[in-house]
């Protein structure tokens, strides 16, 4: 049987002595592997299809259950990400993010429709980097059903101060006077009586904006938004990550990556 379907790269694993297995992610199929022979070969007609970050357009036949690459065409290399260290960080990170939140057999246009938008936006540097990395971490979450409630403080329904705080694990907003209420005017413990995290991620007027815009947009508008203040843009970013990673339950080495190289 054969077949084609446009996908994007999120993986390349090098396998026997000179081919690649790739994980791609199709809207269709959700994430499919595909064997590619001879891939890494300096003579392979399709060693350009088979690298990391590239959409393209993938002829594929299925044999023992396995798809195996028959040839296919680029529609998009990303290929500026590979001059720019932080970019490419970055862009890793981005198809990790998309590679936990997708599974096989499950459509998926949303998440590789974003995933493209948000490749384009950092290669062509059109927001900072932590602004975009904070909306594609707030999407993914909100693609993975675990959307905060950020339209008001849940206990007295304040929908704007000049501190709110997202109660990480909840998923909502609390006030700083119901948050200094709750607790009496002690401080928070960090586990609970039934050892459940307490994360209250402070965010002032602008990131809390900036949140709800991320939300309610929609995804070809994701990064039309404005922070300009840089405390702003790293909280912002902040609060993408501590969310998101705390409602997957694991962190990223990628993610590591970036930051290493961000700061040097």
Request: hydrophobic share 40%.
């Amino acid at each position: 049987m054969r077949g084609t379907v446009d996908g994007l790269v999120l993986r390349e694993t090098e396998t026997g002595e000179s081919d690649k297995l790739l994980t791609v992610l199709t809207a269709e199929y959700g994430k499919i592997l595909i064997c590619a022979k001879g891939a890494r070969s300096m003579r392979s007609k399709n060693m350009s299809l088979c690298r990391l970050f590239t959409y393209g357009n993938f002829e594929y036949y299925e044999k023992n259950g396995m798809r195996w690459l028959a040839g296919g065409s680029v529609n998009d290399s990303f290929f500026k990400l590979n001059s720019d260290i932080e970019g490419f960080a970055l862009a890793a990170y981005i198809l990790e993010v998309a590679s936990e939140i997708t599974g096989e057999g499950v459509r998926a246009e949303t998440v590789l429709k974003m995933t493209l938008n948000t490749l384009y936006a950092i290669e062509n540097k059109l927001k900072p980097l932590d602004i975009i990395k904070g909306a594609y971490e707030l999407f993914a979450a909100d693609c993975s059903g675990f959307t905060p409630d950020v339209s008001g403080c849940y206990s007295c329904g304040c929908a704007c101060a000049d501190t709110m705080y997202l109660d990480v694990m909840n998923g909502s907003l609390v006030c700083q006077e119901c948050r200094s209420a709750g607790s009496g005017g002690l401080p928070i413990p960090e586990l609970d009586a039934y050892s459940a995290r307490n994360i209250l991620f402070p965010m002032n007027r602008a990131v809390l904006a900036s949140v709800r815009y991320v939300l309610g947009a929609r995804r070809e508008r994701l990064f039309a938004f404005e922070l300009k203040e840089e405390n702003d843009i790293a909280d912002f970013s902040r609060l993408g990550e501590t969310y998101l990673h705390n409602h997957l339950e694991r962190g990223f080495d990628t993610l590591d990556f970036f930051k290493t190289v961000k700061n040097k």
